[in-house]
């Protein structure tokens, strides 16, 4: 099986790049170089290729290489094995970032049904242990993986929900200033309850009797407002309304929600499990998201694993790999050594990343 593809990767004033290009055939891309050489910098500008701010959520002006502050780019050419698309994203400087398909301006929410990027990075490191917005991310984006409509019925709940936080904060109390809105919250909410249940049920069904060394992760979506539905969501954003206004925003609904997960086999909450453990939680259920995407579109999606072979024992790592080539997943991978890789052999292409006063620079190896 094939996975989607980035073919061409071209960045400019990104972060510690001026300028570099990467051409990828599919196969695992294996990127290792010395700290601080630019390697997440790439996956980063990967990650940019679908909707949302990237795994570091940075801002347009975070991105753009410093000192000069000109703007930044990255191009990309995306295939699924049948068509080419080509998706330009960037800022000016000072401006908010835009994204083109084909040479049209698109929205970013358009890039989701183009390519579906998954990822896992360090910051990922304490999910089970930290508030429930990091889990509700990871959460958002195995969503969106699956329904790429996902992030517009989130952009619809988020906006009719600030709108409403405004009115609470204002201290309004009429409430027909609020129906409106609440109807809009319930309706969207309601979408965006259902498209994580698809995820949930779809994590679950890929992690059952599946072929892999990584431990089986139990999920419960958890819902504090306990009302599912937009009638329920409604009823409840009205009975709400005198608690909200005292705290001067909404305080439950679908943004609120959680991400439970228990380590199967020991019956222990993940939050609870060792260090080694979440990670391999985590890495199960990037695995199982991607085997259920290839499964579901055909595809395996573009996996973003930062820094995560040098966790893995060698008989993890290598299981690692296996699985990542059996689905054909076009993986991003980074490391400091390039011993890490050494079990993928031609399996993988390989990138070469170093830094020289401040500037990243890209050199693509062959391999014999
Ligand atoms: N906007 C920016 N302009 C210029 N340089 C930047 C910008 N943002 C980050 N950098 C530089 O990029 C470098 C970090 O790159 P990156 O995170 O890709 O490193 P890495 O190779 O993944 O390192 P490690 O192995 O330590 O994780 C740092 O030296 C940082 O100063």
């Known amino acids: 099986m094939t996975g989607l593809t980035v073919a061409r990767l071209q960045v400019s004033h990104f972060r510690s790049h ?11 891309v294996a990127i290792h170089g010395p700290n601080g050489a630019g390697k997440t910098n790439l996956l980063e500008a990967v990650s940019l290729l679908s909707p949302g701010r990237g795994f570091r959520r940075a801002g347009p002006d975070d991105l753009v290489r410093r000192p000069e502050a000109l703007g930044w780019r990255v191009f990309a050419e995306v295939t699924d094995g049948r068509a080419l698309t080509e998706i330009v994203t960037g800022a000016e400087a000072g401006a908010a970032r835009s994204v083109q398909i084909d040479g049209k301006a698109a929205t970013q929410t358009a890039l989701a049904s183009i390519l579906r990027v998954l990822w896992l990075v360090p910051a990922m490191d304490r999910l089970w242990i930290e508030g429930a917005d990091g889990r509700r991310r990871f959460l958002d984006r195995a969503t969106l993986s699956f329904v790429p409509d996902h992030a ?44 994580r249940r698809t995820a949930v049920a779809a994590l679950t069904a890929a992690q059952a009797g599946a072929a892999t060394v990584f431990p089986t992760a139990t999920l419960t979506l958890v819902d504090p ?143 014999p």
């Open 18 to 28: 001026l300028g570099a290009v990467v051409v990828a055939d599919g196969r695992p």
């Open 152 to 195: 517009e019925a989130t952009l619809r709940y988020d906006k009719a929900m600030r709108e409403r936080n405004r009115l609470l904060k204002d201290g309004v109390r009429d409430p027909h200033w609020y129906a409106a809105l609440e109807d809009a919250m319930a309706v969207a909410g309601a979408v965006v309850q259902g498209n």
């Open 225 to 367: 407002a306990d009302a599912e539905g937009a009638d329920a969501l409604r009823d409840a954003y009205a009975r709400g309304r005198a608690r909200d206004l005292a705290a001067g925003r909404t305080l439950s609904g679908p943004h609120r929600s959680d991400l439970e997960a228990i380590y199967a086999d020991k019956g222990v909450a993940a939050r609870d499990c060792s260090t080694g453990e979440q990670k391999a939680l985590l890495i199960s259920l990037i695995l199982a998201n991607a085997r259920a995407l290839a499964a579901a579109t055909g595809r395996a999606p573009v996996l973003l694993l930062d820094e995560v072979a040098a966790h893995l024992d060698t008989a993890r790592r290598a299981a690692l790999y296996d699985e990542i080539c059996a689905l054909g997943a076009q993986a991003w991978m980074t490391g400091t050594e390039r011993a890490l890789f050494d079990t993928l052999g031609n399996r993988a292409q390989y990138l070469s990343v170093t830094d020289a006063g401040g500037t990243s620079t890209v050199t693509a190896e062959e391999v």
